[in-house]
T-cell receptor, first 113, second 113 residues
Framework: NAGVMQNPRHLVRRRGQEARLRCSPM?????VYWYRQLPEEGLKFMVY????????ESGMPKERFSAEFPKEGPSILRIQQVVRGDSAAYFC???????????FGSGTQLSVL | GESVGLHLPTLSVQEGDNSIINCAYS??????FIWYKQESGKGPQFIID?????DKRQGQRVTVLLNKTVKHLSLQIAATQPGDSAVYFC????????????FGKGTKLTVNP
């Protein structure tokens, strides 16, 4: 049973480009969470999705950021017109029930030049 | 509490010693708490959890203590090994809404051989 899969592992973008981060949850998990982590800091909640629905996006900036979790396929975190401040590690986590214990992927390290 | 950009607290121990990592959480209504371990370049890994109706829970070489009066969690690691070197985060689940995990600041544990 594969764990949470994130790709790409590393993503380099120039300012103004778009970044797309993908997350495939564990098999049987229909709840996906995205977190962001800066060096030497904790993980900050961004968004919580269930299949085809955004449940809580209170931690996601209103502009340039969007997330989806379609009926088929991985969850996508999309950052438009990236800026240097978007450079961070982005972690996806999944759970079977949407409460409590989350299983994390290895993250995508986004670097904006 | 959440990280506010300060350097991570650090704890350095000798191999074989016991380690105690502390965490102050923010919301007295939180119902569920989890300790995660994060090794360099990896996603957080579940260690142990505890519900608010308990004050102690033991796992293999790890014990979590919960003091709701002062909103304090601790993680005790017995006979610490070099492989335990990592950053340790406590996380709390806030009741209501999406019940998302909120992470604390983290403590960097270094085990010296």
């Amino acid at each position: 049973n594969a764990g949470v899969m994130q790709n790409p592992r590393h993503l380099v973008r120039r300012r103004g480009q778009e970044a797309r981060l993908r997350c495939s949850p564990m098999k049987g998990h229909s709840h996906v969470y995205w977190y962001r982590q800066l060096p030497e800091e904790g993980l900050k909640f961004m968004v919580y999705l269930q299949k085809e629905n955004i449940i809580d996006e209170s931690g996601m900036p209103k502009e340039r950021f969007s997330a989806e979790f379609p009926k088929e396929g991985p969850s996508i975190l999309r950052i438009q017109q990236v800026v240097r401040g978007d450079s961070a590690a982005y972690f996806c986590a999944s759970s079977p029930e949407g409460l409590g214990k989350l299983f994390f992927g290895s993250g995508t390290q986004l670097s904006v030049l | 509490g959440e990280s506010v950009g300060l350097h991570l607290p650090t704890l350095s121990v000798q191999e074989g010693d016991n380690s105690i990592i502390n965490c102050a959480y923010s919301n007295s209504a939180s119902d569920y708490f989890i300790w995660y371990k994060q090794e360099s370049g990896k996603g957080p890994q579940f260690i142990i959890d505890i519900r608010s109706n308990m004050d102690k829970r033991q796992g293999q070489r790890v014990t979590v203590l919960l003091n709701k009066t002062v909103k304090h969690l601790s993680l005790q690691i017995a006979a610490t090994q070099p492989g335990d070197s990592a950053v340790y985060f406590c996380a709390e689940v806030l009741l209501g809404g999406s019940e998302k995990l909120v992470f604390g600041k983290g403590t960097k544990l270094t085990v010296n051989p």
